[in-house]
């Protein structure tokens, strides 16, 4: 068994755990308890139950925990979490997938106080005749998390991912791609957040937060810039930091995931800029996605997505794969690149022990 398919049997044994079909021991390994609780998953979720996991159903499983973890405290699903349990929540989001709203809590009424009546001397408004409306709007941020919740219902109402060799739309096979490798980053950083002593989890934010600001300077001009400038820059920067590399990359694989968990979309592209500037470049996929979708930063045009792209599937190619970056992975992301047309600080990184190599 590769090391990357036990770590993801990993990720799905901790996940059925958390929802309360016990497989016991988080080890890798796929044996009978795991199949059986795998086939009650299967069972409550309305899927064939065969005790093997397909694409679709482990991608549903595995960012329905991620998703518990950053949610299940948020109204309404702190409240079905109280009363229904881990499953009933699991159940809400498969509800959810399926079309099927979640109720909402119910907001107290306020009672909006009457306007006093106008005054004799009050000048009435005149209606603004001939002229342009002044409106000012506030720009709001892209949510990966609503875009990989969208992504996962169109997946699932297609029966499955798209496979490398049956890529029809590549923007939504791309898509789908983003939305694996943002879960395996979530996956990674909270295995590696495990070993992090004496930090909570506020600490941990506020340091990938520093983290976001210190890399602010690499991110200028991203858009428009060659992963070539963009990684020689970070790298210079990096390498004065005074920071162990190894520290630094397992601080990247963190805020990485934490950007995700908490929709933070510039704290996840500044951590895979940092890691792809520390050598990892792998995680130019992750780049590329942002660059693409106008996650984090401007979205760019297509060849310089295309570039970071092109970079990640190199590096995985020569086995230097991240984020779960299988096989069937890089020909799904290969196949779809060629469907994509090309157009012409004073903070503080953070300082996360190293997590060694193989782990």
Same mark, same amino acid.
């Given at each position: ?45 309305? !899927? ?13 499983? &595995? ?13 309404? !699903? ?10 009933? &929540? ?37 209606a603004n005749t001939g002229a342009l409306p ?20 169109l997946t699932a109402a297609n029966g499955g ?18 939305? &694996? ?92 800029? &940092? ?44 086995g230097a794969t991240v984020l779960g970056q ?34």
């Amino acid at each position: 068994m590769s090391a990357a398919q036990r770590e993801q049997n990993r990720n799905v044994q901790s996940a059925l755990n958390y929802f309360g079909y016990n497989v016991g021991t988080v080890d890798g390994s796929i044996g009978r308890k795991t199949r059986a609780g795998i086939s009650n998953y299967q069972s409550d979720m309305g !899927y064939s139950i065969d005790g093997r996991l397909d694409d679709a159903e482990r991608s549903f499983l &595995l960012n329905s925990h991620h998703r518990a973890q950053a949610s299940a405290h948020v109204a309404p !699903y702190n409240q079905i979490l109280a009363s229904q349990g881990q499953q009933g &929540l699991l159940r809400t989001y498969r509800d959810e997938q399926l079309g099927i709203p979640t109720p909402q809590v119910q907001q107290p009424q306020v009672q909006q106080a009457t306007a006093p009546a106008p005054t004799q001397n009050t000048v009435p408004a005149r209606a603004n005749t001939g002229a342009l409306p002044d409106f000012t709007f506030g720009e709001q941020t892209r949510s990966a998390n609503e875009h990989c919740n969208e992504i996962n219902v169109l997946t699932a109402a297609n029966g499955g991912l798209t496979a490398g060799g049956n890529v029809a739309d590549a923007e939504f096979a791309l898509n789908e791609q983003f939305c &694996l490798a943002r879960t395996q980053a979530m996956a990674e950083s909270s295995r590696i957040e495990a070993t992090i002593p004496n930090l909570s989890a506020p600490q941990i934010e506020a340091q990938c937060q520093g983290l976001t600001q210190a890399m602010a300077p690499q991110m200028v001009g991203i858009d428009s810039k060659s992963p070539s400038e963009v990684i020689a820059d970070g790298s210079s920067f990096l390498r004065n930091s005074g920071k162990p590399m190894d520290q630094l990359v397992s601080g990247g694989k963190v805020c990485l995931g934490v950007g995700y968990r908490t929709d933070d979309a510039e704290m996840a592209m500044a951590s895979g800029v &940092l890691l792809a500037s520390a050598g990892q470049l792998g995680y130019g996929e992750i780049v590329s996605h942002h660059l693409r979708e106008g996650f984090g930063a401007a979205k760019g045009p297509a060849n310089v997505a295309s570039e970071w792209m092109r970079m990640a599937i190199n590096a995985a190619q020569s086995g230097a794969t991240v984020l779960g970056q299988t096989p069937d992975r890089i020909a799904v992301l290969s196949a779809a690149m060629t469907g994509v047309p090309a157009q012409t600080g004073t903070a503080a990184l953070p300082a996360f022990p190293a997590v060694p190599t193989g782990n």
